[in-house]
Each structure stands twice: as C-alpha cells, then as structure tokens.
C-alpha cells in the first residue's frame, strides 16, 4: 500500500477504535465508510457505471428478499408405535440444518467467531470501517478487488443471498443467482455493504449473529452451528467445549478445506484453530491465558456422529415404504407445482411427515420376510411383497420386501434395487405383477351385483371357449378360441358358485363371465381403485377375469380392504399429518373414501371369502388365532407368481412372491428351506398372526342371505364350443353338485405370451405376461 494513504488509514483506525460507541456516532461512521469505500475502491471510470443506482437512500432501504427468511432444514419422516409414540425413520435434506436459539449456542462459539471474523462487530454498523479502508486502498494499489473486509452482517448477506438462490425452480437459476452472490466484484461487495448497512439498521446484533451462526456451512451438507456439533462431535451446540468451539469456527471461510471429517484436513484445521481462533479470542479477552494454554494443548479429535439420512437409513426394513413416502410428495401439489420442486421444497423445507407405518406391525413383517425368503436366489430372480392396510381408512400400517434397497444406480448386486415392489411405476414401484386368481372376486361381486348368488350351479369342465360370445362393451369384439384349464379335474361337472370359489376353479369363473358385460367386471375392480401399475388401462379381455392384469400388491391390498370394510373403498394413504417448521399443520393426501359395493354386495362377497380360508385354496394360510379371515390365493401360468390376499376386520394383507424377471417355476425352488409355492401362506400366516395379536379383529357383517342361498333359473352356464370342441351336456336344474375338484394349490393355466419382456422404463420387469388383443391370453387360476 502506498505509505501517505497508509498513514491516512492509521490516522483514521486510531479514531474510531477503542470503546463502544453512541448509536449515532455508529450511524455516522456507517455513511463515510459507505462514501469513502465507494469513492475509494471504485475506478474514476467505472464510478457512475457501477454505484450510480445506488441513491440516498442506500442506508434506509432493506429489500424483502435479503430479510432474514425460514433456512433450508432437514425434514423428517416419522412411524407411528402401536401407544401413538413416533419413531423418526428417515431425515431427508440438501442442507443438514437444525435452526436454535441464542441461548442454545454456546458462548465459546460466539467469541470465537466474532473474536476471528469480525472483532468490532459490536462497534459497527454494518461495515468496519478501518478495515474497508484498508482493503479499499490496497484493492487501489492491485487494481482489482483482491480484498474484501468483509464483517459478519455482511458474511450474513451473502449466505442469505447463497440460500436463496438454493431455493429457485430451475437449476439455471440457481447456477446465476448462486455466481452473482459469490464471485469476487466490486458491484458485488458494494451491493453487500449497502445491504448490510440497511439490515443492521433494522436487527439486533444478537438477531445477526444468531441468524449467521444458523446458516454459516461447516462443511459439505453441514449447515448451522447445531448440525455441526452434532455431527462433528455428537453433542449440542450449548454444549461444545471451549477446544470444540474454536475447531468449528476455523472452518467457516474454508469449510470444506478445513472440514474435520476428512483426517487430511485435520492439521490445517488445527494450525488455524490455534494461530488465529484462539489467538484471537486471547487477544480480544474473550478467553484466559490457561483456557488458551489449555486449548491449544487439546488435539482435534472428531466424534463423527451420522445423521439418520435418508431412506436407505430406515430401520426394521422400512426402507421401501419411506421411499414410497418421498415419491408421494413428489407426486403431490401439496409440495409444489412439479415434481423437481417438490422434492426441493420438501428436502429444504424443514418438514415433519407422521406416517401411517405401524412400527410394530413392520418389524414383524420385515421379520417374516427374513425368515422367509432371501434377498437373492441363484435359481431366480426372487421378489416378494407384503402390504398391509387398514380397512376404512386406507392407512398403510406395513409395507416389507425381500430385496436391499439402494438409491445408488451404479449398485447391481444381487439382492439390492431401488425398486419397490409394493407399488406403481409412478411412485418408484415396477410395473406390476399378474396377479391371478385373486381377481376372481370382482367376477364374484357382479354376479352378485346382477342379482345371481352364491348358490347358483355352474360348469366348472375345461371347454374351449369362443370369444366372439363375450360381451364386452368398453373393449371392443374379440374372436377366436380361447382354452384356459383348470388345477386339479378337467371335468369336474357343475358346482355351486361358493364351491367355484373356494376351490377357484378356473373354467366355472369363464362361464359366469360369459353371462355379464366383461366391462363391468372392470368397473367393479376399478370402483375399488384397482388399475394397472405401469398406467395402462385395464385389459378387459376374456383372461382377464383370472388375473393377466399387472397389479401392485399395495392396490390388490386397498381393494380387498374395501370388500373387508362393507364395500367402503379408502385409496391407500402414507401420510397422517404433515407438520411445516412453524408448528403449522398441512393437510395431508386424503384417501378419499368412497362406497364402491353396496354393503350387501360386499358383505357377501366377504361371506363367500371365508371359503378359501376355510376349507379351501387358503387353507394354510388360516392363522387359526380366534379371529376371522377372509382371503383369496392367486398363482400365474407355471406358478411364476403366487399371491395370498385377505383380511381380518382391522387388516388386510396381501402377499407376493414370485419372478421379478423370467419365469421360473416357484414349484422346482425352496426359499430358505421352504417350499417355493406355499412360502405365500407361511409369510401371510405369521403376518396376519402378528397384525391380529397387536391390533384384534371382529366378525364381519351378515351376507344378504338372498344372495347366499337364493336361486336364479337359467343360471347354468354352458360355454360355446369352438366347432371342434365336442359340447359338454348342458347340466339340469337338478344336477347333483359335483365333488368338490381335489387341489392343494389354486389352478394354473398358460399365460399368454407377453407383449414385451422388457421392464418398464426405470422400473424392473413386471411379473409375467399379459392376455393378448384376441383374448386367446390366459392366467393363472
């Protein structure tokens, strides 16, 4: 620095150093450092370009974007215990941040940072002036603006300005608004006294110092004084040693140079916290001679303590169904307008999301899995899912899967996927499995909805059927023979419809269809939020009323829960409460409960239900606790995928296992010891065992005995052969049933082959096939 502009620096330093000062002597001495810096740090001819806008009123006008707003804070995800406690599962965020008070901060983090960074911040009105001086002159001599000066307001001002662009919509903006706050300019550090002028013209110093301690980075995605003890020592911020204290303010202007996380870091850290924090601190007063000796004889030695981030940190195998959280709020206009907002917001935004997740019910079911099947199999690739739901409101109370999650792409270890089984595509689900059988239940609540019953006889004999004699009218004509066989007899003769579905017999439910409208029967499963998971329509073909549809078990298990709760469907919610960083509640995604049978209609049906369970296809699955159960087994072409959904009054369950990819057949495996077709009911058995002890259980409603034990004339059904079929004779009225088919598992037909055997983008495969455009497809029983 030339030595005449020194001396003037001098001069001026040694007047307006030494004791506190009277506010308007502050205010005074705030205007000649704005006008001497100008004056001084700006070339001639760059004056008028640069701080011409900048008018009388640059000490009075603070704009409301540089105010002092909500930080960017860590959300958080939360179960719920069985006694209505929670259980944080997950902290979700981009800034690692706890905002606290000023009396939960330590005074040894106070000193420090002031003693370091701003030793007359107490004196000042914004900008020191001896120090703005000084770095002007100097920045005359470079030339440029190798100097800043900078005090902690105006530190305070460019973090907020650093925030904010964080907190804009497009990754454009926040690369601009981000480069303006940051990059070394005289327009920039102009604009940054100016505003550090007008904020402490309206903040306390206490209100400052507090607001930079709380948004200051500490290193990586640490932010705030909070965060950073937790996580660089394990305590609270009131609690940080003197020793502590000074290691984290030395890495506030170098944070990820001198983070203490990375062991290289730790002498350069340990150099600064010495030499200049503790120093300082001695020098200010701030500390004693023995607590600096003390101190600096004190190594830094980290206690790295990791936050519970993210959903890849959830306990009891709620990894999936955290995940599926998160999807439901990028999903979700409650968040945002798009999706990359959304997230933004809720990682930034300092949420606490309270669960439906049981905490109970998901231990006992991710212990089933584990018991059960294992996250990987050389024989196959293994998948399974259990989902269950409360009936009448749509509360996921457990959601478990086989497989490791891992959100890293670059991860292909067997056994480890992001996918969630449980689920759509469009909520980071696959994109569905066949789910057989257990479809023959929206067959069974239209023959009813049409005025048939249980008591009817049907044909239950394996005919080639032709497709043109199927009304189906939302999905177009279809012809051409179509085949499907049962499990078990091919000619079993006539049976009553309860016997068709206990036994669920395969060419009986075809029979019934080719009496209805096929699109009816997919609008009884859609009016209980049935669909498809890759977002397709339905497929309303012949095949389809014995499950070629691919389904999500979180959607097989809403709509059973419907049947369950006297025809009430409740759209499968996650979200109890949503809690924003005021304390203020937001009303969560409903589950917009509709009734979708007439309770007759699903009383019976239920009714009809306890026949698998009790003396039929489900029979193992029963957990013969005291409780009543209904339920329905499924199982694809060459047992690729088996099912069991079904329900108590307070839970319904629905289980998968079968192929994620391929098309192994589950009868040649054993999963973990067990037999690879009946793992189904073990894993139901031991669920619904577990979900009835903690949660009970009642009886359901009476069936509409006019739709159990009436009669319709006409109601048997003689399927249309092909011309080279030879006919089956038409059964009479006074047909004798015929012996209930001898079945130890649910009939299994051919799937057809599939349209596509690729998963769906960004999904995974779906689980078999689908019925082809002539409705000559056929699934599983």
Not at 3 to 30: H, K, N, Y
Not at 126 to 145: F, H, M, Q, T, Y
Not at 259 to 272: T, V
Not at 402 to 424: L, M, Q, R
Request: glycine share 8%.
């Amino acid at each position: 620095m030339p030595e005449r502009p020194q001396r003037l620096v001098a001069a001026f330093q040694r007047t307006v150093d030494g004791t506190q000062r009277p506010a308007g002597l502050i205010l005074l001495l705030s205007v000649i450092a704005a006008l001497l810096v100008t004056v001084l740090a700006v070339p001639a001819m760059a004056v008028t370009g640069v701080y011409a806008s900048r008018s009388v009123d640059v000490l009075n006008t603070l704009p409301d974007y540089i105010r002092p707003t909500t930080l960017a804070q860590k959300s958080e995800i939360y179960g719920t215990n069985t006694d209505g406690s929670t259980t944080l599962l997950a902290t979700v965020f981009d800034q690692n941040r706890q905002d606290v008070g000023w009396d939960q901060i330590s005074q040894y983090v106070k000193d420090a940072v002031v003693s370091t960074e701003d030793p007359r911040f107490y004196e000042h009105a914004g900008v020191d002036i001896a120090s703005s001086l000084r770095a002007a002159v100097g920045n005359v001599a470079s030339g440029g603006v190798s100097s800043g000066a900078s005090t902690i307001t105006m530190q305070y001002v460019r973090n907020i300005l650093v925030q904010q662009a964080t907190q804009l919509p497009t990754q454009a903006e926040r690369d601009a608004a981000y480069a303006a706050a940051t990059t070394e300019s005289l327009d920039r550090k102009l604009t940054e006294m100016r505003l550090a002028i007008a904020l402490e013209k309206q903040y306390s110093k206490e209100d400052i110092l507090l607001g930079y301690l709380n948004i200051a980075n500490f290193g990586g995605s640490v932010y705030g004084i909070e965060a950073a003890a937790n996580y660089y020592y394990g305590v609270s911020a009131a609690n940080l040693t003197l020793a502590q204290a000074a290691t984290l303010a030395a890495t506030v202007n170098a944070p990820n140079a001198l983070r203490i996380d990375q062991a290289e870091n730790i002498p350069d850290n340990e150099a600064r916290r010495n030499e200049d924090v503790l120093a300082s601190m001695l020098k200010q007063k701030a500390i004693t001679q023995a607590q600096y000796d003390e101190a600096v004889a004190t190594p830094v030695t980290p206690n790295i303590t990791q936050p519970t981030t993210g959903c890849q940190a959830a306990a009891i195998g709620a990894t999936y169904f955290c995940d599926y959280v998160t999807w439901i709020v990028k999903n979700d206009s409650t968040f945002g307008d798009t999706a990359d907002a959304r997230w933004s917001n809720f990682k930034q935004g300092g949420y606490k999301l309270y669960t439906t997740l049981n905490m109970q019910l998901q231990a006992n079911a991710d212990s089933t899995m584990k018991q059960y099947v294992p996250a990987s199999s050389e024989e196959l690739d293994l998948g399974s899912s259990i989902v269950t739901v409360e009936p009448g409101t749509g509360r996921i109370l457990s959601m478990a899967q086989n497989t490791t999650f891992n959100e890293d792409s670059t991860v292909t270890s067997p056994g480890v996927t992001a996918v969630n089984y449980s689920t759509d595509i469009d909520y980071g689900g696959s994109s569905g499995f066949q789910v057989g059988s257990t479809y023959k239940v929206f067959t069974l609540a239209e023959w009813l909805m049409q005025g048939h019953t249980l008591s009817d006889r049907v044909s239950g004999n394996a005919v080639t059927w032709d497709t043109s004699t199927f009304t189906n009218t939302c999905g177009g004509a279809s012809s051409g023979p179509y085949s499907p066989a049962n499990d078990g007899s091919q000619r079993p003769g006539t049976m009553s419809v309860q016997s068709a579905l206990t036994n669920s017999v395969n060419n009986a439910f075809v029979a019934m269809a080719q009496k209805m409208d096929l699109c009816a029967i997919r609008d009884v499963a859609t009016s209980l939020g049935v669909h498809r998971a890759d977002g397709a329509p339905l497929e309303t073909y012949p095949a389809a009323i014995l499950g070629t549809n691919e389904i999500a078990p979180v959607t097989m298990a809403a709509a059973f829960a419907g049947i369950a709760a006297n025809g009430l469907y409740c759209s499968p919610i996650a979200i109890d409460k949503i809690v924003d960083p005021t304390g203020a509640e937001i009303t969560p995604p409903s589950a917009n409960c509709q009734q979708a049978l007439q309770p007759n209609i699903a009383a019976t049906v239920a009714y009809a239900m306890l026949g698998p369970i009790q003396s039929g296809t489900a029979t193992a699955s029963d957990p013969d606790d005291g409780i009543t159960h209904i339920g329905k087994t499924g199982t694809t072409d060459n047992e690729q995928a088996t099912w069991m959904v079904g329900s108590s009054t307070k839970a319904t369950t629905a289980v998968w296992v079968g192929n994620v990819t391929g098309n192994v057949s589950l009868s040649d495996i054993t999963s973990n010891g067990y037999d690879g077709a009946s793992v189904r009911h073990r894993i139901w058995r031991s669920v619904m065992t577990g979900n009835d002890d903690v949660l009970g259980g009642g009886d359901f409603p009476d069936p509409d005995r006019a739709l159990v034990n009436g009669s319709t004339l006409n109601n048997q059904s003689t399927p249309t052969p092909t011309p080279t079929d030879t006919p089956t004779p038409t059964p009479t009225a006074t047909d004798a049933p015929a012996p209930v088919p001898t079945q130890t598992t649910d009939p299994v037909v051919p799937v057809p082959t599939p349209t596509s055997t690729a998963p769906a983008a960004g999904a995974g495969a779906a689980g078999g096939g689908s019925g082809t455009g002539g409705g000559s497809g056929t699934a599983g029983g």
